[in-house]
């Protein structure tokens, strides 16, 4: 697939602060999360990749076009701020339909445009209220609105879960994903790991202004070959299979579960792990619940590259 | 929903008209216009008072037109249009960075230096309207007696069109200041209350770096020994014509200084 963002080099220093430092992605339609702590360089990255900042050095091109000084690549990015901040003594309504109008749409496009948007996000019932009375989760939901309503092809969404209930959250994961099956293009950032779980499996790590990974999370873990790998296997017979697993070099350690029908082993090779456990199945013919592994997710890796 | 690509969209002119149309509307229910309204509406309130203490006190006192230019003017060219322009002009660029409400424009298809013209446009509008109501019934008012006068109405005119001057040049210098200083109401406190009312009394040329000294040159000439000489003190009047066009090159000058610092100053907004 063609990369829709493509960033290259591109750092940025705020004085003598350094903001980010030489990070070059490709992006490619389809949902991207962006993650990393507070601080971490995320927002920056997301300015710079929409050209509110100036990079320090780098290049940033998203379909293909340069970002600054380019107004017009605008009609086809949608982009959710991260601050919560409104004109407060507007409406939703009149919100939506002024930022929709700068976009160029016609009155009567505006009005359809707005009414759609606002059904989408549910806040239609709310939409002759003073955005200063609304609630943290309906602004959210109103930012999230005027970044969708021009129908773009490159969205992108700067800390979009923040301040919503699980409810909303479930609601706008499943809306964020309904554009990755339309063929969009999402950046989201978050620095809530069950969060980009939940939205996808490709992920850029960031971490004080520097991208440690990209990709799919399995690919960013295969990468870590020396960080040992936890795998979790619930049968019949843990103490048997410990005994024979133990005999193997990448098998580093086995702690035994309460239950006593399970058993945790740290590997240091996840490939030979496998394929070693496969075979004494097969061979044994042991009767296997489950295998797991619970530290195959964002948390894990996330930790481990940051140093924790 | 489905993409149509609006025309026109890399239109300047358009993009300006459609900034000017949001903030017209947005700026015309802000709470800041209420009370703005309500401070343009300090001479009529004036007017009234002189107007009744006129007719109650059965004294025949001093012709309209006289405290129009004396008192009114007054009010109108050393505060209100000042004061006015200060807090639209800067809030042009101002209000969108310390709202955090930039992101929402500078991600639109929309010129950065279309945003400060429309915003300054509509804000302009805005000004002109509330002075301009306060100022006609504050005539009106002071000149009850005299209403079916045609003279009057063309030094109404006169007056009228020196605020709304005033206001133009005015608003793009602040709008100027708004997008190059953080505190740009406090600078622009200083300019108006300090440089405005102490340099347009020197002498000499010096008078002419003062944008009061351009409008003051349209007002009518005093009357010799008049008080109306508050105003003309030491005025050395430039050509009508000339100060046209210095007010005109002035609004031009500030106005796109302020397109370019808008349109090549980051603005960090801060938590």
Known sequence: MTPVIVTCGLSKWYGNVLGLSDVSLEIEPGITGLLGPNGAGKSTLLKLITGQLRPSLGTVRILNQNVRNNPSLFHRIGFCPEHDSFYEEMTGWIFLTSLLSLQGFSAQEVRARAEEALGIVELWADKDRLIRAYSRGMRQRLKVAQAIAHDPEVIILDEPLSGLDPLGKRKLIRLIKTYREEGKTVLVSSHVLPEIEALTKTIILIHQGKVFAQGDIHSIRDLIETHPHMVSIRCAEPRGLAVQLLEKECVLKVHFGPDGRSLLVETNNRDQFFTTLLARIVQSRMEVDEITSPDDNLQAVFDYLVGK | ?271
């Open chain 2, 1 to 271: 929903m489905t993409a149509s690509p609006p025309a026109g969209i890399r239109s300047f002119p358009s993009s300006v008209g459609r900034v000017f149309s949001v903030f017209f509307q947005q700026g015309r229910r802000a709470r800041r216009t209420r009370f703005f309204w309500l401070f343009s509406f300090l001479p009529v309130a004036v007017s009234l008072v002189i107007k009744f203490n006129q007719i109650f006190s059965e004294r025949p006192g001093r012709e309209g037109v006289y405290l129009f230019s004396n008192l009114i003017m007054l009010f109108y060219l050393q505060m209100i249009i000042l004061i006015t322009a200060l807090f639209f002009g800067t809030s042009v660029c101002l209000e969108e960075i310390e709202g955090k409400t930039l992101p929402y424009l500078l991600t639109r298809p929309v010129a950065k230096a279309a945003v400060v013209v429309g915003k300054y446009a509509a804000y302009t509008v805005i000004m002109i309207g509330m002075v301009s109501v306060g100022l006609v019934l504050s005539f009106l008012f002071l000149n009850l007696n005299h209403l079916s006068d045609p003279s009057l109405y063309g030094l109404l005119g006169r007056y009228l069109g020196v605020l709304i001057l005033g206001l133009i040049a005015y608003g793009a210098f602040f709008t100027f200041l708004g997008s190059a200083f953080k505190r740009a109401i406090f600078i622009g406190l200083l300019f108006s209350f300090g440089w405005e009312n102490v340099i347009q009394y020197f002498p000499g040329s010096s008078q002419r770096l003062a944008i009061a000294h351009y409008l003051k040159s349209f007002l009518p000439t005093a009357a010799p020994g008049g008080r109306f000489s508050f105003l003309t003190f030491r005025l050395e009047p430039t050509a009508p014509r000339l100060a046209l066009l210095v007010l005109f090159g002035l609004t031009a000058v500030f106005l796109t200084l302020a397109c370019v610092l808008f349109s090549k100053k980051e603005y960090v907004l801060e938590d």
